[in-house]
Structures are given as C-alpha cells and as structure tokens.
C-alpha cells in the first residue's frame, strides 16, 4: 500500500500502486517502458494521476536530440528521464500542508515550478527561472519543469507543486485538457504584447498547436483582424474555424508580408505573434507589423536567424521572446476554454493507450493522418470509450 508519511490518500476511491508504468529515455530516440516507483508529494505538492498527456514538437526534439532538456545539468539521456510535459489528471495525494486542492480534483498541470526564491520568480515570472535546472545535489532549488528537467508526464503518475495546477471542470474532456496549457501559452505571448489586444490587429505565423491557440485566444480577447499564415491548408481551415478572419497559405502567396499588410489596409499590424521557427520569419514579422508595432516569438528557432536590426530600430519595433506558459496565463486561458470562447478540441486529432506511445509519437512526428495534437492516455477503458465514440 502507498502510504508515505504525512501524504493525505483516499485508497478506496484512489488507489495507488507503490510502482507504476514509465516511459524512459535510453539513447537519442530510444523509449522503454520501465517499472518506476511511484513517487511521493513533498510540502505543497501532490500527486496527479496522468489521465491524459499530448505529445509536442518539443517532445520530439528532446527524444531525439536532448535539449532543451537538462537532466543534472546535461543531456537527457540513459539516466531513467522520463519525458513528457503536456498532461492533465486527477489528484489522487495531497502532501503536507496543501488544502488548495482536493483529491479527485482534476487538473491541467503547468510546466515550469520556478524555484521561488530568484528574482524572477518573486516577479512571477517562474519560466524564466534563474534556478533553471536546479535540482540536484548541493545545487537543489526545488526548481522544477516536467519532462525538461525533471521526470514528465509519460507515465502514470507524477508530483506537482500547486502553484503549477489549474483546476479544470467535468464538462473538459481530458484531451481538451491536455490543451489548457497549450492555450496558456498562446495568452503569455499575447499578455507579453500588451493584452489589450481588442480592436489590434494580429498576425500569428506558424499553425502549429501553439499558433492555432494564439489565433483562438487572439479573437478570444477581441482582436480584429486575425490573420493566420502557413503551409498546409488543412491547418489554416483549423485556425479559420477557431476564429482567424484572414488565412494565407506562404507556398501560393509570391510576398506573404504584401498580403498580410494589404488584409490589414496597408499599413501593416499591430502585434505579431511567430510561432512558425522558419528562418525567415523574424525578418517577415517585423515587415509585418506597423511603426510601433510588437513582435512576440514563440518558437524555438532550430538555427541562428538574419535579423535586419536597422528595419526594427528606425520603426521603433518592440520584440519580446517567451519561454513557455508564465504569469499565470493558463488560468486565463482555461476561463477561455470553459466559457467556450473557442474549441480548443479541433486541434486535437488522435488518441492511443499510454503503452503505444512509439505509435502516437511516429503520428504526431510524421503527420500521419494529418496528425496534430496526439495523445495518449494509460486508463484504457477510457481510451476504448473514446474511439467507440
Ligand atoms: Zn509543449
Ligand atoms: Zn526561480
């Protein structure tokens, strides 16, 4: 029986095996799963049992090329890393002192626990933690960022600080959950330009998850136009039903920031939030958005980008780099999402028992079956529901 010291449970409605399944990370692309001991809720923690975890493209970049992953303070793999950073569950173990949240309370999980005790943190900005990483031996901060630098969600269970739990109602399915954080990304971008966004005009670039969710919490907040740009037109139908007004396809569009400026009455946009990590997309970006205009980037590059420094000082062009889901935005995203402002769900596009995650990762790394957010879920029952559905 799992009864660690001073840990609340309830075993007769939640119970909880002393070893659970896990995903591990061996060499470059390489995931076994393994028997973990399931592990236990310090103070202000607790344990979430993982209904449901979407799979990212950072995911993948960190399955097969290590960073941004950072396990004791190098490359991720062979040390029993647990990948995995998009999950929701149910808390099933309150550690000492947290009554902030009940057991069978189901939650979206944030990323980042900042260590709280940098000068970032203190500003609520626990993404840009200054104790990133720190984790380990006479460096540990507590500081915490599921699957980067600590043990993520590709597993049964995992412990979470309150601090990075979002409470989620019974209407949310759990693969719109798994969203929650997705949007609450979308909305730091959006926050970090300004918020007030009613009436503004916004570009975002790229229609990956992420963009999709800045289109949906761009509208959402009372921006207008909306115009999404990208390469695969099944996508740009996605973002047009989560609220884009505008959609341009760059491979049928000779000048796509002509376009952009000419849906806008030629004068170009307001804010720009990139979210595409092409190479050329800081440059097109700030061609995009008028004198005075804010660029937010949202993607990680893969390589070192031109950028034309005298275009943006001489326009008074403000740009702003974001790293991940901060100042509380998921919560306003998930208000959002439970007043039904937008679907997050049509992005959503497959789901696979936990033990197939080498399938889900293959569908969400090739596309197949145009394949954009996939998940994978290790109550089985529920995952038999969803595809009798
Ligand atoms: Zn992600
Ligand atoms: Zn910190």
Known sequence: MYAPQGVKTNHNEFPIPHTMRAWVLGDPGQLSMVEKETPVPKKAEVLVRIDAVAICATDLEIIYHGPPASIQGGLPFNKGFT???????????????????????????????????????????????????????????????????????????????????????????????????????????????GGLVAGESVVVTGPGPIGLMAVAVAKALGAQP??????????????????????????????????????????????????????????????????????????????????????????????????????SATHRAEAFMQQKRFDATLIHTHTFPLEDLPTAIRYAKDRVEDAIKVVVK????????????
């Open 83 to 193: 990948p995995g950073h998009e999950y929701m569950g149910t808390v099933v173990a309150l550690g000492f002192g947290v009554d902030e949240y009940k057991l069978g309370q189901r939650v979206a999980v944030e990323i980042h626990a900042g260590c709280g005790q940098c000068k970032r943190c203190r500003e609520g900005m626990y993404t840009s933690c200054h104790n990133y990483g720190m984790n380990y031996g006479e460096m540990d901060k507590n500081h915490r960022a599921n699957g980067f630098t600590t043990d993520g969600g590709f597993c049964e269970y995992q412990v979470n600080h309150i601090n990075t739990l979002v409470a989620i109602n019974d209407e949310m399915s759990d693969e719109e959950g798994t969203l929650v954080v997705t949007a609450g990304t979308a909305m730091y971008a959006l926050t970090e330009l």
């Open 226 to 327: 909306v115009i999404l740009t990208g390469t695969r037109d099944n996508r740009l139908e996605i973002g047009k039903q989560l609220g884009a007004d505008h959609v341009i396809n760059v491979r049928k569009t000779p000048d796509v920031v002509a376009e952009a400026r000419r849906l806008n009455g030629g004068k170009g946009v307001d804010y720009v939030v990139e979210c595409s990590a092409a190479t050329s997309a800081v440059n097109d970006a700030v061609r995009m958005v008028n004198r005075g205009g804010r660029v937010c980037l949202a993607a990680f590059a893969h390589e070192e980008v031109p950028v034309d420094v005298a275009h943006i000082v001489r326009n008074n062009i403000y740009m702003y780099g974001i790293r991940g889901e901060g100042k």
């Open 378 to 389: 290790a109550k089985f029952d529920a995952v038999s529901k969803v595809a009798a559905e």
